[in-house]
T-cell receptor
Framework: DAKTTQPPSMDCAEGRAANLPCNHS???????VYWYRQIHSQGPQYIIH???NNETNEMASLIITEDRKSSTLILPHATLRDTAVYYC????????????FGQGTRLTINP | GAVVSQHPSWVICKSGTSVKIECRSL??????MFWYRQFPKQSLMLMAT?????????EQGVEKDKFLINHASLTLSTLTVTSAHPEDSSFYIC??????????FGSGTRLTVV
């Protein structure tokens, strides 16, 4: 079973920051938070991941609370192409650990 | 970055026939590969995990004799849907993971059984 809880859907205006929350209250000390997104009929695309420190890359920023029980993915300037289903996944280190997907958040960017 | 190639992107087959889907890691060695299935408007459901040279580990409820997984090399895994039926119609997605490469997904295969 997925270890995360996300709102089923969100809307955001084009050009604004999109903030996607994720609750992972049962996260363990060695578990990372991964974010992927899936555009219709494509494979999931990696966005970002982190352990406890905030992370930023060219796509997004990841803010993890100090107790690590929740996190927020931030798309700083959302575009129409960011419309997708966003998945927050918790998994322990090591590539052999499986990624279990929850229902994700369907983000719609409106012009 | 890491690239995973999945083929075919779509396939239509007759009921009772078998279909093979390939998943290749192009620029890294995939020590572990994962196969998922996704029905319309639903999330990805993990079917099985395979490590190179070992038998695949199937998730509960997934028929191992129906969904044959082979991971004979560090760059190739195949999923064969045997004796396919219309209820097997779905979107199948592979994911590959290697040392330091995280999890990279293929583009998916749309299977339609008629």
């Amino acid at each position: 079973d997925a270890k995360t809880t996300q709102p089923p859907s969100m809307d955001c205006a084009e050009g604004r920051a999109a903030n996607l929350p994720c609750n992972h209250s049962t996260i363990s000390g060695n578990e990372y938070v991964y974010w992927y997104r899936q555009i219709h009929s494509q494979g999931p695309q990696y966005i970002i991941h982190g352990l406890k420190n905030n992370e930023t890359n060219e796509m997004a920023s990841l803010i993890i609370t100090e107790d690590r029980k929740s996190s927020t993915l931030i798309l700083p300037h959302a575009t129409l192409r960011d419309t997708a289903v966003y998945y927050c996944i918790v998994t322990s280190t090591g590539g052999a650990q499986k990624l279990v997907f929850g229902q994700g958040t369907r983000l719609t960017i409106n012009p | 970055g890491a690239v995973v190639s999945q083929h075919p992107s779509w396939v239509i087959c007759k009921s009772g026939t078998s279909v093979k889907i390939e998943c290749r890691s192009l620029d890294f060695q995939a020590t572990t590969m994962f196969w998922y299935r996704q029905f319309p408007k639903q999330s990805l459901m993990l079917m099985a995990t395979s490590n190179e040279g070992s038998k695949a580990t199937y998730e509960q409820g997934v028929e191992k004799d129906k969904f044959l997984i082979n991971h004979a090399s560090l760059t190739l895994s195949t999923l064969t849907v045997t004796s396919a039926h219309p209820e097997d119609s779905s979107f199948y997605i592979c994911s590959a993971s290697g040392r330091g490469s995280g999890y990279t997904f293929g583009s998916g295969t749309r299977l339609t059984v008629v």
